[in-house]
């Protein structure tokens, strides 16, 4: 009997299916010629499954849809099939890890990856929250698999099928060697598994990440110039000559002319800020005795403002890279702002949870509008105004713009600056 599996050839969610059937003795075949976006909008697929989602399988008795239920059918067509354990007690634990995949494993891979696909909306608190939730279950997996080969018993279940799938998107899309080193019987365990012969037919040559998806640009995508209006050509007539008053009226509207950003109305500054920009940028040696010095020989409190901000779940920075990659998207965002600010951010800790604080330059005695109303990200901290009479407030902004370290009595993860 052979079953026809609905799918792309590289769906994660097909390999259990197709990996249960070697392990199985199974024949199960890929539909022809399936093209995704096309052809799970058929009427004969929404026929299989009401909601057109993959994989879907075709058996004589009719279609089975959701992939967990698709393997568990096909592993159970082979009469005590010993990818279901051999006692009631294997098959409960088998049953607990394929749960334990999908609802720890699976769901916070794909609300970590997905954003940084494009394929849902990119969150960075969301994102935390996933990469969080997802090191806590590595952990857990690390540990049982600190005394067992297997997820249970002491061959290959279906538990380890449905892991091993689910675990490999992360490994292959997202989670790099220094991150997966902090769990070294996971790493053991995902590529033992993976160059089995009957995982290896199906998966091919799996490789590691070997750097994160970027987090998209949350830039408007600029409108479209207006299409001009088509004019109709009137039947030819004898020339009149027009009058004036009619000519202006007929003739376009000249387009009025960009309107000037706020900041750029406010009186001129004594601290031009490109000026301060290269010289923090040239100072290589003796940086607080020069580029210190200047900043506060040039700096005006009267044309801007200097601003601490602190990230307001830091408890919440438990994966470094992630939040590394957190303070870059911030800083791409803030890329409107790049001709009336300047920035340092700091992650601070070497140990996870890690902080996050910045101190901000801004044109302006407030925090520009545009940038509160631009940047999502501007929420996500606390903003205080540093007080520059305060010469303790002074000295923090110093060695926040030199990197100085230990910074508050701890060690510096990374610096980046926005200039």
Not at 406 to 416: I, Q, V, Y
């Amino acid at each position: 009997m052979t079953l026809v599996l609905h799918s792309w050839k590289t769906n994660k969610n097909a390999f259990k299916a197709l990996i249960a059937a070697e392990y199985s003795g199974v024949q199960v075949e890929l539909a022809e010629n399936f093209e995704m976006g096309i052809s799970h909008k058929t009427p004969e697929f929404l026929k299989m499954n009401p909601i057109g989602k993959v994989p879907v399988l075709e058996t004589p008795d009719g279609p089975v849809f959701e992939s967990n239920a698709i393997a568990r059918y096909v592993t159970r067509l082979k009469a005590d099939n010993p990818l279901y354990g051999s006692s009631l007690i294997e098959y409960a634990h088998i049953e607990q890890w394929i749960d334990f995949a999908s609802m720890e494993v699976d769901a916070n891979i794909a609300r970590w990856l997905y954003p940084r696909l494009g394929y849902m909306p990119y969150l960075a608190v969301a994102e935390e929250v996933a990469a969080s939730s997802f090191k806590r279950a590595l952990g857990a997996l690390n540990t049982h698999l600190a005394s067992n080969t297997y997820l249970v018993g002491h061959s290959v279940t279906l538990a380890d099928i449905i892991m091993i799938c689910n675990l490999y998107h992360g490994f292959s899309l997202l989670l790099l060697k220094s991150y997966t080193s902090e769990f070294p019987h996971v790493e053991r365990y995902f590529w033992t598994m993976v160059n089995q012969p009957n995982f290896r037919k199906v998966l091919g040559e799996v490789k590691q990440a070997d750097s994160v998806p970027p987090v998209p640009s949350q830039k408007k995508p600029a409108k479209e110039p207006a299409k001009p209006k088509e004019v109709k050509k009137e039947p030819k007539q004898e020339p009149v000559k027009p009058k004036v008053q009619e000519v202006v009226e007929e003739e376009e509207e000249a387009p009025k002319p960009k309107p000037k950003n706020p900041l750029d109305l406010l009186p001129p500054s004594k601290m031009i800020l490109d000026e301060w920009k290269r010289l923090y940028s040239n100072t290589k040696t003796n940086f607080r005795e020069v580029a210190i010095k200047g900043f506060w020989d040039m700096y005006d409190p009267e044309g801007y403002s200097l601003w601490f901000c602190d990230y307001k779940y830091n408890d919440e920075n438990t994966v470094s890279f992630v939040t590394l990659n957190k303070v870059s998207g911030f800083l791409q965002r803030m890329d409107l702002a790049r001709k009336y600010a300047f920035g340092k951010m700091l992650v601070i800790g070497s140990d996870p949870p890690f902080k996050v604080k910045g101190v901000w330059l801004f044109r302006g005695l407030e925090i520009p509008k545009f940038v509160l109303d631009e940047v999502y990200d501007m929420e996500l901290y606390d903003w205080a105004k540093v007080d520059i009479s305060d010469e303790a407030q002074k000295e923090r902004v110093n060695t926040m713009i030199e990197d100085q370290e230990p910074f508050e009595g701890e060690a510096l993860l990374d610096a980046k600056c926005f200039k």
